[in-house]
């Protein structure tokens, strides 16, 4: 992404940056064709059978298929047998809710209000993302439904309908998902992460050369670092893999994704030709092709060191080393990642819950809930209000702007509304122009499986243009398949387009505008409360019966990486920010991703020396010893609390006051060591010792840059 903050900040012309933006987002990459079609084939698929058998509510079961979980087809079935127990939750929940209310709008009004609120904070703290996002879908279809002037028993027909049409869904797209299955090839983490390894050190073996790279490489290096890394993070947190793994491979996921866009910046420089260049550039690319094959053969990879003695000609070519140093440290103290991949009740992890450990506590879950709730509250009355119930579609599509609203901004609130406007003037077109002249679901079919390829491509881009792609679809399916029949009436268009339009214009209102902050503040926030929590966790556990200490210790952990994944995705958000601020924000970011990947290695350091901490069966030390590490990690948290002191600005002492707790740390566990006769427990101490000094490493180097970062120019 350093890649893209670059180009955008000297681009002379909007339109030539826009061209280019939309040719790096649209370009294709390994297994995006393979998602399209199951995509489209899903999608399709329940067109044609809720046309054919004229199943209600097809339009949204056919935009459904674009929000189930696709991170693998295991973890597809997983998902869509744990949302039978919340789509009957909902279900009930909703006929019991109509039965009590229906006949009292006052009543009424307030109940879908609290419906509204919860289907939002169920949305951001359930664990299972897929089912929050089915038991809010199912709200937002059906809650026009309780305010026609139908017979009651009609309503209860058309709530089962939805059920079932969200259901069938449900159903073609795991059965979609089973028959790629055998097409899948490699890990959903892995693979593409060696993707990303193999065009680093393509690049790097033609500098290596003392010759310029081709423009595929360059282009290749280069599209990479427009692509990112959000997927893969997002397929990180939705996926089944224990908690441990998730957390490491989100530091690989980082550290990969930062040499990616330093060796993109490294293709605008001159190529490095001397002699010892070429051969630190030689080390370098066998140091990235062996941590290539590790990952792909599911091993850790073995400790990195290279020669600093000599600066090279380029500065990024020591960040690279730098970052590469860094990727087999995210595993101290690991077992192979075959072994991590998979939960393992005895390894420790959390046990399952529905919600997150934090539903209860963090205030930002309520913030959430209340602007989602009260923009949805406010076009539910405004279309009772002036009687138009075909703009309720802006209940809907609050919803679904809810899903994108991490890092949101004023520029992606544009993308909203031209993916809006673009979808209604092509469903409105393609009804004057093509629909009149088809007479059959054949015909149809084309048509649609068409339109809902380029949507889907368009979806499948980076997070900073997949919404445009399903707000194209929505618009296409909520003109097209409400009836069963070939819609060529205008009226219906109208009208669902400005209930789409309604609902942009308050979600940007309440999101945007009421609640607005600008994305480098609210990034820098969210940093420097990462930091904090790191200090917390550092002088943990702080009780001593273990339940208590084990479950703070997931608490804060899920905290810290909520953060951290917050912090990236508001780092993508700054890119869209234009202003008198701009170049300070763009330079607060490239710090902060810079320092991304050290505070997650830290962070991973810490849940180690946790361990060591709790006594946890393994890592037991000898009591001198134990006393000496608290020490040490008190003096770490003193450290972490002068850095964010820093950070916001406040006055904090400039000693270095971890390196006397270390040295006698080291000087007790020296002599343990020379008195202990058995070489596992030499050896097991030795490995706790440099576990701490990595992380004193690692925190000196990051007060040193926050240092430099402030120096005056």
């Not at 059965?175 to 680093?200: H, N």
């Not at 070429?278 to 850790?300: C, E, F, M, T, W």
């Not at 390829?453 to 499948?460: K, L, Q």
């Not at 002088?539 to 909520?562: M, Q």
Request: some cysteine; proline content about 4%.
């Amino acid at each position: 992404m350093a890649t893209a903050a670059q180009r955008i900040s000297n681009v002379p012309s909007p339109l030539i940056w826009f061209w280019q933006f939309l040719k790096e987002e649209l370009a294709s990459y390994p297994g995006r064709a393979r998602l399209v079609a199951r995509i489209v084939i899903a999608a399709t698929i329940v067109m044609i059978l809720t046309m054919t058998f004229r199943i209600p509510f097809g339009a949204y079961a056919a935009i459904y298929t674009f929000l189930i979980s696709r991170e693998s087809p295991r973890k597809t079935v997983k998902s869509a047998m744990t949302e039978v127990l919340v789509f009957v939750c909902a279900a009930f929940y909703i006929l019991v809710g109509a039965m009590l209310f229906v006949n009292h709008p006052m009543f009424r009004l307030l109940w879908i209000v609290a419906t509204l609120f919860i289907m939002f904070y169920a949305l951001n703290t359930m664990t299972n993302y897929t089912a929050a996002v089915r038991f809010g879908w199912l709200i937002v279809i059906t809650i026009p439904l309780w305010d026609m002037r139908i017979p009651a028993e009609a309503k209860l027909e058309e709530m089962l309908w939805a059920v079932g049409a969200i259901t069938l869904a449900s159903l073609v797209s795991v059965g979609v998902e089973l028959a790629f299955a055998g097409l899948s090839s490699g890990d959903q983490i892995t693979s593409p992460l060696a993707e990303r390894l193999a065009a680093v050190e393509d690049l790097l073996d033609h500098y290596s050369k003392g010759e310029s790279a081709n423009k595929e490489t360059e282009k290749r290096i280069t599209h990479l670092a427009m692509l990112g890394t959000s997927n893969l993070r997002r397929i990180l947190q939705r996926s089944g893999y224990s908690p441990h793994y998730a957390e490491q491979m989100g530091a690989v996921v980082v550290l990969i994704g930062r040499l990616v866009d330093v060796a993109a910046n490294l293709t605008h420089l001159v190529t490095c030709n001397s002699e010892q260049d070429r051969r630190r550039i030689r080390d370098l690319v066998q140091s990235v092709s062996g941590i290539r094959a590790d990952l792909l053969k599911g091993r850790i990879p073995h400790p990195i060191h290279f020669a600093t003695n000599v600066l090279p000609a380029s500065p990024l070519l020591s960040e690279m080393e730098r970052t590469v140093c860094l990727i087999p440290e995210v595993f101290a103290s690991s077992q192979p990642l075959s072994t991590n991949a998979s939960t393992n009740p005895g390894s420790g992890d959390p046990p399952f819950t529905l919600f997150v450990r934090d539903a209860w506590s963090d205030p930002e879950h309520i913030k959430f809930a209340l602007k989602g709730c009260l923009a949805a509250s406010l076009c539910y009355i405004i279309y009772n209000a002036v009687d138009w119930p075909g703009i309720s579609t802006a209940v809907t599509t609050c919803f679904l702007t809810a899903l994108s609203t991490v890092g949101s901004s004023h520029q992606k609130q544009f993308l909203r509304i031209t993916a809006a406007v673009a979808g209604g003037a092509l469903g409105i077109g393609i009804q004057i122009l093509v629909l009149p002249e088809l007479d059959s679901v054949g015909g149809f079919t084309v048509l649609f499986s068409a339109i809902m390829v380029a949507a889907a491509w368009v979806a499948t881009a980076g997070p900073r243009l997949s919404y445009v792609g399903l707000q194209v679809a929505l618009v296409f399916c909520i003109i097209n398949l409400q009836e069963f029949r070939i819609q060529t009436a205008l009226a219906p268009a109208r009208d669902r387009m400005a209930g789409v339009l309604l609902g942009l214009f308050m979600m940007w209102l309440i999101f945007d505008q009421l609640w607005s902050a600008p994305a480098v503040g609210q990034m820098r926030k969210t940093f420097t409360a990462t930091l904090r929590l790191l200090a917390q966790f550092a002088r943990e556990p702080l009780s001593r019966e273990l339940r208590v200490a084990t479950d703070r210790s997931y608490s804060i952990r899920e905290a810290i990486n909520k953060n951290l994944e917050q912090t990236r995705a508001l780092a993508d958000g700054v890119l869209f920010e234009f202003g008198p601020s701009r170049e300070q924000g763009l330079l607060w970011r490239d710090r902060i991703v810079r320092w991304q990947p050290q505070v997650r290695i830290l962070f991973l350091t810490r849940i180690a020396l946790w361990k060591y901490r709790a006594q946890l069966p393994g890592f037991e030390l000898p009591e001198a010893i134990q006393a000496a590490q608290q020490e040490f990690d008190y003096d770490l948290a003193g450290k972490f609390d002068e850095i964010t002191n820093r950070m916001e600005s406040k006055s904090a002492s400039v000693e270095n006051i971890t390196q006397s707790s270390l040295d006698r740390l080291e000087r007790i566990i020296e002599i343990y060591s020379s008195k202990e006769t058995d070489p596992l427990l030499t050896a097991h101490t030795q490995a706790f010792l440099s576990l701490c000094r990595t992380a004193e490493n690692l925190t000196v180097s990051l007060d040193r840059e926050l240092r430099v970062s402030q120096a005056p120019a």
